[in-house]
């Protein structure tokens, strides 16, 4: 039975991936910063285990505790909505060493058996604003764009090992927990000189009916992980399958 490694397993993407896999017959291992075993259904081929991706010291425990594994997802992720002149220098390196130097960190932690083993597929969880910039999220889009572009080159690195590197690329998804747990890298709101653009770009977001279901991620990691002849780059949700269309045109 293949084991699965998850980071960001506590609510949304990595959570709901988590469920997918567990109930396709996969070992899971599960990681959070702060376990729950109330999240996942009770099952022998589960493993909750604490992590946080900006410390090696836990990525190193947490690593041991998994042992050998297959895939690794990494979906543990930050966001944050301000321009630029609201969000303090301390809050973007946060979002940098959670969203981009976490996912280079716990990759390079699995690198070597992957390696020796000559299998293996890491999966690394982006966002659809690297693809169609927005305003107000240029902290974040610049955090996403450079998993994507280490992403990119990694599966170049390691064609020569059979281990595939993928991305999945969500859009925008109101029903996780992703913009609550945003909110502590917001500082005191947006700046005034900017609140005229936050509040056009709120009802925007208002009138779009096309979203990201946690689910639509999950089945485009399935699809990554299963399907060696899958692209590089996996849209997931009906937004993000729109703006790339709209890209491509």
């Not at 609510?11 to 567990?22: D, I, K, Q």
């Not at 208002?206 to 992980?225: F, G, H, I, K, P």
Request: aromatic content about 6%; some cysteine; hydrophobic content about 50%.
């Amino acid at each position: 039975m293949p084991t699965i490694l998850i980071t960001g397993c506590s609510s949304g993407f990595g959570l709901e991936t988590a469920r997918c896999f567990l109930g396709r017959d996969w070992t899971v291992v599960a990681s959070m910063r702060s376990p729950r075993e109330d999240m996942l259904p009770a099952s022998e081929h589960l493993r909750i285990i604490p992590l946080d991706v900006t410390d090696p010291e836990s990525i190193a425990r947490a690593v041991h505790a998994a042992g050998p594994i297959d895939v690794l997802v990494n979906n543990a992720g930050v966001g944050v909505l301000n321009a630029l002149e609201g969000v303090s220098m301390a809050s973007i390196r946060q979002l940098f060493e959670t969203n981009t130097l976490g996912a280079i960190a716990m990759t390079q932690a699995v690198l070597p058996q992957f390696r020796e083993r000559r299998s293996g597929v890491v999966v690394n969880v982006s966002s659809a604003v690297t693809i169609m910039p927005l305003p107000l999220l240029s902290v974040y889009t610049a955090s996403k764009a450079a998993v994507n572009a280490f992403t990119e080159s990694l599966a170049l690195e390691l064609e020569a090992f059979n281990v595939r590197v993928r991305l999945v690329i969500p859009g925008r998804a109101p029903d996780t927990r992703f913009g609550e747990n945003a909110q502590h890298l917001m500082g005191e709101g947006f700046p005034e000189p900017y609140a005229a653009l936050a509040q056009q770009i709120f009802a925007g977001m208002q009138q779009s009916s096309d979203v990201t279901r946690a689910q639509d991620v999950a089945e485009a990691v399935w699809l990554a992980v299963n399907d060696p002849a899958s692209p590089m780059r996996l849209f997931a949700g009906a937004d993000a399958v729109a703006m790339a269309a709209s890209v491509q045109k």
